[in-house]
């Protein structure tokens, strides 16, 4: 009798102490975290407008759109990892008279957010941009006699700052100027290039640029910024003289004014509006990972105590009792 009630405390023992370690070690997380995530689009407004002559006659429609949202925080191995999504479209239509028009906006906007390292792990930071549109332009004229004048879509500059510590008030996003400040490693030129005039009556093409930025190695809490297009950079779409017809940019945004349906609407095979726009993906890396339980291990790990501290209780009542 005393023997088994020995070997059941035992055994218990055995199991609390393998709950005790189990709740530890599977509720230990990454040190390091990404918070505070912000998006603020800083681009021209949105607008859908109509062109008229000196006369007030209707000439044509234009029409310019953003938008944007931000991924959550994915944990990839030890990595953290998240990404944005910057769209637009601008479009030009142009089916009356004979002077250029042109219509260029402006894009730009800044990401914010704070990598929180409490315990001064450290970690590297690396940014990877991905711009992603089509550019389309259609011709048609009036007077065939003028018919070496066409449309063009040029598609779009993105140009990049970073600030490593909004906190420090150095070199901030404001007080960089493009180009001197720029990081090369995530500025976009001129992205994409249709043209359409008498010899190709369409031109529709899909525009690609990927590039990576290492940002480096940091230690410790703090906020960084991205802040994309600064200065004369933007979309531009444009009829020269004679050149009747419709011109776009398609970043992931199609038009919404019937008069540009020839070139702001998909064409059959392309990519769909989520795999277009400006994509910027935020990595991560802890370069000396620690382990923190998380707040669930707590409990646990009071309730294995208590059911270790019981077990010795009884095991020690158990000796007690063969002594007697």
């Given at each position: ?54 006369q ?18 994915q944990?990839?191995?030890s ?28 894009i730009?906007y800044?990401?914010?957010f ?10 590297f ?17 009036e ?28 070199d ?46 940091f230690?410790?809490?703090r ?22 017809g ?79």
């Open positions: 009798m005393k023997l088994i009630f020995s070997k059941i405390s035992g055994k218990h023992l055995t199991l609390s102490v393998l709950s005790l370690f189990l709740s530890i070690g599977a509720s230990f997380a990454n040190a390091v975290s990404i918070d505070l995530i912000s998006l603020i689009n800083n681009s021209d407004a949105d607008e859908t407008s109509t062109i008229t002559n000196f007030g006659k209707l000439r044509g429609h234009a029409e310019f759109h953003t938008d944007f949202n931000v991924g959550p925080v944990t990839i191995g990595d953290l990892t998240f990404t944005s999504q910057f769209q637009w479209y601008n479009g030009l239509e142009v089916s009356k008279g004979y002077l250029a028009e042109t219509h260029s906006r402006f730009a800044d990401i914010f704070t990598v929180k390292d409490d315990l001064n792990e450290g970690y930071l690396s940014i990877d941009s991905l711009m992603q549109g089509y550019t389309t332009a259609s011709w048609s004229s007077n065939t006699n003028q018919s070496l004048f066409g449309s063009r879509a040029t598609g779009s500059t993105v140009a990049s700052r970073i600030d490593t510590d909004l906190n420090d008030g150095i901030t996003l404001s007080t960089q100027i493009v180009p001197n400040t720029q990081v090369n490693d995530l500025t976009m030129i001129q992205v994409g290039d249709s043209r359409a005039d008498s010899n190709t009556a369409f031109d529709h093409d899909l525009a690609i640029l990927d590039k990576t930025f290492l940002a480096g190695d230690v410790g809490t906020s960084f910024a991205l802040g994309f297009t600064r200065g004369s950079y933007g979309t531009y779409v444009f009829l020269d003289n004679y050149g009747l419709q011109a776009s940019i398609n970043f992931g945004l199609n038009n919404t004014l019937s008069q540009l349906n020839l070139t702001g609407q998909a064409q059959a095979g392309d990519l769909g509006n989520s795999d277009l726009g400006h994509f910027v993906t935020i990595n991560v890396t802890p370069t000396n990972p620690a382990s923190v339980p998380e707040p669930a291990t707590l409990p646990l790990l009071g309730l294995s105590l208590a059911c270790l501290g019981l077990r010795l209780r009884k095991q020690r009542y158990s000796t007690d009792l063969s002594k007697a």
